[in-house]
C-alpha cells in the first residue's frame, strides 16, 4: 500500500515539476517578445508574476493528474476475476452489437459518429476479451498503455508551452477566444499554421524533447505500473486527490481576483495559459477595444448619434414612418435552420429543392441580397431578436447575463402581444432557454409535446410538421385570448443527420443527404402554410420568413459573401402588395421593417432599421467568431484581431455574384464607420 501510495505521489510531483517549469520558462521568455519589450516591471509586479504564477500552474498541473490519476484507479486485478470479468465482457460486447446494429443517437448525428463508435467500443471489448482469456499479457499490456499515457501527457504539457509562446508572439496574451475559436475552424487554422511556421522540424523536436524528458523522470515508474493494484491504497489516495483537485479549481478562480493590475501583462503573465483558455470558453466573449482598431470614443459615439439621430443610450426614438395609427397584426417569425439562399430557384439552383419558399417570394416583400450575421444558429437569433451586429466571441445569447435586454419581443410585449419561442427541440441547446425565458419569452419545445403529438424525431428534435402543428395549436388558444400574439418559430429539420418522415419528398427519407433535408424542410412549410390560412388569425397575421444562417462558411476567403446570403420574405396579406428589395440589407433589419409595416412606434435600442426609413443605409453587418466584417456598397471591410484591417472588393462573376477580390486602395471613410459600428454597439449592448 505505502509503495503505491508513493509511486502515485512520485508521478504528481514530477508532473507538477514539469508543469511549472514550463510555466517558469515561459515567463523567462515572454517578457522578452516584441510584444512586451517596451513594457517594465516593479520588483512587487515580477514577485506577482513568478510568484503567483508558480501557484496558478501547480494548480493547473493538478488538475490536468487527473488523466493519469484515472488510469491509476483503473489498474486492477479483480476485474479479471469471476464473475466481474465476464460481466464487463458481456456489458462491452452488448454495447458494440447495439452501435453496430441498431439504430443509435451515433446514427441519428451522423458523419463518422457511428464508426467512432463502433471504432472505440469494438477495440475496447476485443482488447478486455485478450486480457481477460490471455492472462500472460496483461502486465505488459498496462505498462504499455501507462506508458503512452505518461508520454501524452508529457508531450501535451511541451506542446502547450510552445504554443503559448507563439500564441503571444501574435497577440501579446495567453489564450483567450481567439484559441476558441481556433477549435471551430479547425481546417482553415491549421491550414494557416501549417504555411506560417515550420512544423515538421518543430513537431520532431517536440517529439524528441518529450521522449528525453519521458525517459528522464518517469522511465522507473512506468515499469512498476503493474503494481498499482489493490484497493487499499486506492481508497487512501482517491479521497486525498480528489481533496486536493477541488482546492486546486478553487485556488485557480480565486487567484483571478490578483489578475487586475493596471498592467495588463502582469495580469496575462502570471495566469496559467490553460486555465485561461477555460475562462475564455466560458466567457465566450473577446473583448473588441483591446484587440480591434479603434477611434476615440467620443467619435465614435457621436457618428452613430448623427446615424441614428439620437442621444443617450437609447439609439432613437422611432416613429409612425408611414403615418396612419399603429396596425395591431398578430406576428409570426419563422428562422428556418440552415437554409442559404442558394438553394433556391430564385437564385439560380435548378434542382427544384424550394418551390415553396420560391412561391412565397413572388406573393410578399422578397429580399434579395439579404446577409447572415454569422454561421451559427444563436448569431441569426440574436440577429432577429436583438437587431445588435455581432461582437467577437460568442453571441450573446451562450453569454452569461443576458436576460431582460432590449429585444423584438420586448418592444411586442410592451404593446400588449403575447411572445412565445417555438423550438422542436430542447431549448437548454445553445442556452435558448435561458435567453428566451430571461428576456420575457415563453418557451414552447420538445418537453411540451405529448407523445400523441409527435409522429417523428431525430437527435435535434421533432420533424419540422410536427412543430407547425403544435404552433398552429398553440396560436389557436392564443388567437382566444383576444390579444395579438408573436410567436418565433425556429425549425430543425435541415440540420445533420438530415433525417424526416418517409413518403414527404422525392428524396428517400433515409438519404441522409442536404438536398433532402432541404427539401423536407420547404415541404414542412408549405403544410404550415396550407394549414394556417385555414385559421381565423391568419388574415390578421404578418409573416417574416428568413434563415438562422447559411449551410455552410467555409470559401477562399475569410467571409466568402456567397456564403452568408440568406433568404427573406415578409408577406401581409392585404397590407404588403408583392414587390422586390434589391439593396443589401442586414439580417438584423428584418424586424424593424416589418415593425415599420404596422406602423409601430417605440423607443429604440436597435442598430437594425427599416429599409423603408428615408435615412437608411444598405449595409450589412456579417461576422466569424473574431473577424468582423462591414459591407457597404462594393466595399467589404474587415476587421480582425491585433488591430488588423482588410478590404475587398465586390466584384460579380457569371458563377458568383458575390466575389470578393482584394482592395487596391482603401477607402478610409468605410473603415471608420465599419470601427464605430462595431466598438459602440460591442459596449452599448451591455448597458
Not at 454495447?95 to 457511428?114: H, K, L, M, Q, W
Not at 406602423?599 to 432599421?609: C, Q
Request: hydrophobic letters at 40%; proline letters at 5%.
Amino acid at each position: 500500500m505505502q509503495k503505491s501510495i508513493r509511486l502515485v505521489t512520485g508521478l504528481y510531483l514530477k508532473f507538477a515539476l514539469l508543469t511549472v517549469v514550463v510555466g517558469l520558462l515561459l515567463r523567462i521568455v515572454l517578457p522578452f517578445n516584441a510584444q512586451t519589450t517596451d513594457t517594465g516591471f516593479a520588483f512587487g509586479e515580477w514577485c506577482e508574476i513568478f510568484l503567483l504564477g508558480a501557484v496558478n500552474d501547480l494548480c493547473a498541473a493538478t488538475v490536468g493528474f487527473a488523466f493519469l490519476w484515472l488510469f491509476t484507479m483503473s489498474i486492477s486485478r479483480t476485474k479479471y476475476t469471476r464473475p466481474w470479468g465476464y460481466i464487463t465482457l458481456g456489458v462491452l460486447t452488448a454495447a458494440f452489437c447495439y452501435v453496430a446494429f441498431f439504430n443509435t443517437i451515433f446514427d441519428e448525428y451522423g458523419s463518422v459518429a457511428p464508426q467512432i463508435a463502433m471504432g472505440v467500443l469494438g477495440y475496447w471489448a476485443a482488447s478486455f476479451a485478450l486480457r481477460l482469456f490471455l492472462p500472460g499479457i496483461r502486465s505488459h499490456w498496462t505498462t504499455v498503455w501507462f506508458a503512452l499515457i505518461v508520454v501524452l501527457c508529457v508531450g501535451l504539457t511541451i506542446f502547450n508551452g510552445v504554443s503559448e509562446y507563439f500564441f503571444w508572439n501574435e497577440f501579446g496574451v495567453r489564450y483567450n477566444f481567439i484559441a476558441v475559436d481556433y477549435l471551430v475552424y479547425t481546417n482553415e487554422v491549421v491550414g494557416n499554421i501549417m504555411e506560417s511556421y515550420p512544423i515538421v522540424p518543430m513537431a520532431l523536436g517536440i517529439v524528441l524533447v518529450t521522449l528525453v524528458v519521458t525517459w528522464y523522470l518517469f522511465r522507473r515508474d512506468i515499469v512498476r505500473a503493474d503494481s498499482l493494484t489493490g484497493w487499499k491504497w486506492k481508497a487512501a489516495a482517491g479521497p486525498a486527490y480528489l481533496a486536493a483537485l477541488a482546492a486546486a479549481v478553487g485556488l485557480l478562480h480565486f487567484n483571478t481576483r490578483f489578475q487586475d493590475s493596471p498592467n495588463v501583462y502582469v495580469n496575462e503573465l502570471q495566469a496559467n495559459g490553460l486555465y485561461k483558455f477555460y475562462d475564455a470558453f466560458v466567457k465566450n466573449s473577446l473583448d473588441y477595444e483591446r484587440f480591434y482598431l479603434t477611434r476615440p470614443e467620443a467619435e465614435a459615439e457621436r457618428f452613430v448619434h448623427e446615424v441614428y439621430g439620437s442621444t443617450g443610450e437609447n439609439l432613437r426614438p422611432v416613429r409612425a414612418e408611414r403615418g396612419g395609427e399603429e396596425i395591431r397584426r398578430n406576428i409570426v417569425l419563422i428562422t428556418i435552420e440552415s437554409m442559404s439562399a442558394a438553394y433556391m430557384e430564385r437564385f439560380g439552383n435548378e434542382q427544384g429543392l424550394t418551390p415553396t419558399l420560391d412561391s412565397l417570394y413572388r406573393t410578399g416583400l422578397a429580399f434579395n441580397r439579404v446577409y447572415a450575421t454569422g454561421n451559427r444558429t444563436v448569431r441569426g437569433l440574436e440577429a432577429v431578436t436583438l437587431s445588435l451586429p455581432p461582437c467577437p466571441g460568442q453571441s450573446i445569447i451562450k453569454r452569461p447575463n443576458n436576460g431582460g435586454m432590449h429585444s423584438t419581443g420586448a418592444v411586442l410585449r410592451d404593446k400588449g402581444y403575447t411572445v412565445k419561442y417555438f423550438y422542436g427541440g430542447n431549448s437548454y441547446f445553445d442556452n435558448m432557454e435561458t435567453f428566451f425565458s430571461g428576456n420575457g419569452y415563453e418557451i414552447v419545445d420538445q418537453k411540451d409535446y405529448a407523445p400523441k403529438e409527435i409522429t417523428f424525431a431525430n437527435i435535434w428534435g421533432v420533424c419540422d410538421e410536427d412543430a407547425y402543428r403544435k404552433v398552429i395549436r398553440t396560436l389557436n388558444e392564443d388567437a382566444a385570448s383576444g390579444k395579438p400574439f408573436f410567436a418565433h418559430v425556429m425549425t430543425v429539420s435541415n440540420h445533420r443527420p438530415f433525417t424526416y418522415p418517409a413518403g414527404k419528398i422525392r428524396i428517400p427519407h433515409d438519404a441522409k443527404s442536404r438536398a433532402g433535408g432541404v427539401m423536407y424542410t420547404d415541404y414542412a412549410l408549405g403544410r404550415f402554410f396550407a394549414e394556417a390560412s385555414k385559421q381565423p388569425w391568419f388574415g390578421n397575421t404578418i409573416f417574416l420568413i428568413t434563415a438562422d444562417h447559411c449551410a455552410s462558411s467555409a470559401g477562399r476567403t475569410e467571409i466568402p459573401l456567397e456564403k452568408y446570403h440568406i433568404p427573406a420574405v415578409i408577406l401581409a396579406p392585404g397590407l404588403v402588395e408583392p414587390c422586390e428589395v434589391d439593396g443589401i440589407v442586414s439580417q438584423i433589419d428584418l424586424m424593424p421593417t416589418l415593425f415599420s409595416l404596422l406602423n409601430m412606434s417605440y423607443d429604440s435600442r436597435f442598430y437594425g432599421r427599416s429599409v423603408f426609413d428615408p435615412d437608411y443605409t444598405n449595409r450589412a453587418f456579417i461576422a466569424t467568431y473574431q473577424d468582423l466584417g462591414y459591407l457597404e456598397g462594393d466595399t467589404f471591410t474587415i476587421l480582425s484581431p491585433v488591430r488588423r484591417v482588410e478590404q475587398y472588393r465586390v466584384v460579380p462573376t457569371e458563377k458568383n455574384p458575390h466575389n470578393l477580390e482584394p482592395a487596391a486602395t482603401t477607402d478610409e471613410e468605410q473603415v471608420n464607420r465599419a470601427i464605430a459600428y462595431y466598438q459602440t454597439s460591442c459596449k452599448w449592448h451591455k448597458r
